[in-house]
C-alpha cells in the first residue's frame, strides 16, 4: 500500500464511529453517522466479525435494484492480527438493518459525504445538513398510517434524473437503503425521495412508504445531496 493511500485512509478513517462509542441504532436500521463510503471492487464475502473463517451473512454486489453504482457505508475499520485492515460496512438488503464485514480490498476508494438529512414523519419536514448547517428544507409526503415510512438511519445509495418528468416521480429521484414492509412492492420496495405529480398531497400521508418532495425543492435537493449522504427518518 503506498504512502498516499495510506495517508488517505488515515484521513478518512478518522471520522469513522469508534467502537466504544457506538449507540445501538433504532432496530431495523444502520447507526450511519460518517458519511465515508464506497463502491465495491469486486464481489466479495460479507462476513459476521473481521475474520475470513466468519460466518458469510451476505456478498457485494455491484449495481442497485435501478442499475446504478452500489454505495456501501464504512462504519468501522479493524486490522487483524495478519495485519489486514477490514472495514465493517452497511449492507442494503431486505430486512433493514444488516451490517457485516469485508477485507479493504473489497471496496474502491473511500469517500465521504459532508451532508445529512434528517426526514420529520411527524412535522411532514425534510431538512439537509452540510458540516451541520441547514442548506436545504421542504414539506414533505411521507408514507400511509397503514403503510407507513420506516423509521431509522439509512443511506444514499443512488440519484438519477427519472424518464418522464411529468409522472409520478417527478423531475428527480433517489433510493436509500430503507426498504418498505410491502413484500410486492415493485423495483424491491426501495423507499425513495422523489418529486412528484400531485403536488397538492404534500404535507401529507398519501404514499405507500416513498417520501414525496415538491417538484421545485427536488431539483434544489439533487444539486446539493450525494449519494453516501447518512439519512435519519424520525
Given at each position: 500500500?503506498?504512502?498516499?493511500?495510506?495517508?488517505?485512509?488515515?484521513?478518512?478513517?478518522?471520522?469513522?464511529?469508534?467502537?466504544?462509542?457506538?449507540?445501538?441504532?433504532?432496530?431495523?436500521?444502520?447507526?450511519?453517522?460518517?458519511?465515508?463510503?464506497?463502491?465495491?471492487?469486486?464481489?466479495?464475502?460479507?462476513?459476521?466479525?473481521?475474520?475470513?473463517?466468519?460466518?458469510?451473512?451476505?456478498?457485494?454486489?455491484?449495481?442497485?435494484?435501478?442499475?446504478?453504482?452500489?454505495?456501501?457505508?464504512?462504519?468501522?475499520?479493524?486490522?487483524?492480527?495478519?495485519?489486514?485492515?477490514?472495514?465493517?460496512?452497511?449492507?442494503?438488503?431486505?430486512?433493514?438493518?444488516?451490517?457485516?464485514?469485508?477485507?479493504?480490498?473489497?471496496?474502491?476508494?473511500?469517500?465521504?459525504?459532508?451532508?445529512?438529512?434528517l426526514v420529520d414523519r411527524k412535522r411532514l419536514r425534510a431538512t439537509l445538513?452540510?458540516?451541520?448547517?441547514?442548506?436545504?428544507?421542504?414539506?414533505?409526503?411521507?408514507?400511509?398510517?397503514?403503510?407507513?415510512?420506516?423509521?431509522?438511519?439509512?443511506?444514499?445509495?443512488?440519484?438519477?434524473?427519472?424518464?418522464?418528468?411529468?409522472?409520478?416521480?417527478?423531475?428527480?429521484?433517489?433510493?436509500?437503503?430503507?426498504?418498505?414492509?410491502?413484500?410486492?412492492?415493485?423495483?424491491?420496495?426501495?423507499?425513495?425521495?422523489?418529486?412528484?405529480?400531485?403536488?397538492?398531497?404534500?404535507?401529507?400521508?398519501?404514499?405507500?412508504?416513498?417520501?414525496?418532495?415538491?417538484?421545485?425543492?427536488?431539483?434544489?435537493?439533487?444539486?446539493?445531496?450525494?449519494?453516501?449522504?447518512?439519512?435519519?427518518?424520525?
Amino acid at each position: 500500500m503506498s504512502m498516499a493511500k495510506i495517508a488517505l485512509l488515515t484521513s478518512i478513517v478518522a471520522v469513522l464511529v469508534p467502537l466504544s462509542a457506538t449507540a445501538a441504532p433504532l432496530a431495523g436500521s444502520v447507526a450511519v453517522k460518517s458519511g465515508t463510503w464506497a463502491h465495491p471492487d469486486f464481489k466479495a464475502a460479507i462476513r459476521k466479525s473481521p475474520s475470513s473463517t466468519a460466518q458469510r451473512v451476505a456478498s457485494t454486489h455491484y449495481l442497485t435494484e435501478d442499475k446504478f453504482p452500489e454505495v456501501y457505508p464504512v462504519l468501522r475499520s479493524f486490522v487483524d492480527d495478519n495485519g489486514g485492515l477490514w472495514y465493517q460496512i452497511g449492507v442494503p438488503v431486505r430486512p433493514n438493518g444488516l451490517t457485516g464485514w469485508v477485507r479493504e480490498a473489497a471496496l474502491g476508494p473511500l469517500s465521504r459525504a459532508h451532508t445529512r438529512l434528517l426526514v420529520d414523519r411527524k412535522r411532514l419536514r425534510a431538512t439537509l445538513y452540510r458540516n451541520g448547517t441547514r442548506i436545504w428544507h421542504s414539506r414533505i409526503g411521507v408514507g400511509k398510517r397503514n403503510t407507513p415510512t420506516p423509521a431509522g438511519q439509512f443511506w444514499i445509495r443512488e440519484k438519477f434524473k427519472v424518464a418522464d418528468p411529468g409522472g409520478s416521480y417527478g423531475p428527480r429521484a433517489f433510493g436509500t437503503s430503507n426498504y418498505s414492509r410491502l413484500s410486492d412492492w415493485p423495483g424491491g420496495g426501495v423507499i425513495g425521495i422523489h418529486g412528484t405529480n400531485e403536488p397538492g398531497l404534500i404535507p401529507g400521508r398519501p404514499s405507500h412508504g416513498c417520501i414525496r418532495v415538491p417538484n421545485s425543492a427536488v431539483l434544489r435537493l439533487y444539486k446539493l445531496m450525494p449519494v453516501g449522504t447518512p439519512v435519519e427518518i424520525r
